[in-house]
């Protein structure tokens, strides 16, 4: 079926264990004619990986993804099924800074079709601390916008079978209390952030604005054939230098493909910046 009509009537499963239906399911259902979404009951997303390390992840993001996104379709007999996966590190540009990707798959059972979009964010709460004193571990927490944001305490860095953890503490009598324990045995305990989504308000925001931009991508229907996810395949750079008109390598324009009928169309910048400010310019300032 071509055009938005492949999602009338059908009811969006959302294959999460950490709440993130109640940032995905409604961007979609502003914009596809769904019935419905619910989060996928007897799903196990934590199977495919763990970001406290007690399931290493096996496949690449992408493919962690598409792999949710059938586990949840089996589980819960649905045939339209939204999964998303989480990475966070350094972000290439700038080692420096963290950065959280979040991709988004969807998966029709009906003709097996998958449809994704990746999303990268500077806005991150992420970090871990090795700590030998409650002093450490409580300024740690405070900069890891703790108690809104959840953390991990355990004995090491790396999690080995058998290690006491505590996950999703988010009272600091508990944290004090886990700190103490851990450092009264070891010396020091490692504390992180629990990256699950629904211990980290940050992330979920994220995610929520990754499921709006791919609800607009989704939405966006083939000129050519109607095929719905007409989306963005690649960013042109060339926007010239408002001193000497030079191309930069700022961003131009984007140009969306059609994955059914191979048509392309270049679009302009969405927030219609017209040139790029001389210090990015290679003549201006080699």
Partial sequence: MSGLGRFAGRVLGVATIHGKERVIGPPLMKVLPLAGFTAVEGVDTDRFGAFSGEVQRK??????????AKHGAVASGLDLII????SFGPYPPAPFISCDEEILVLYDARDGSFFHYCHVSLQTVFGGEACATWTQ????AERMKFPDHGLVIRSKEKWATGDAMKKGITEEGVLRQCAMQLMDQYGSCWVETDMRAMMNPTRM???AESAERFAQELASCCPQCDAIWFHITQALPGLPCELCGWPTESVRAYRRSCRSCNHSADVPRPDGKPKEDPQYCAQCNP
Wanted: aromatic share 4%.
């Fill in 137 to 140: 571990v409580r300024a740690f």
């Fill in 205 to 207: 925001q994220v995610i």
């Fill in 83 to 86: 999964a998303s996966e989480g």
């Fill in 59 to 68: 496949l690449d993001p992408m493919e962690t993804c598409k792999a949710k």
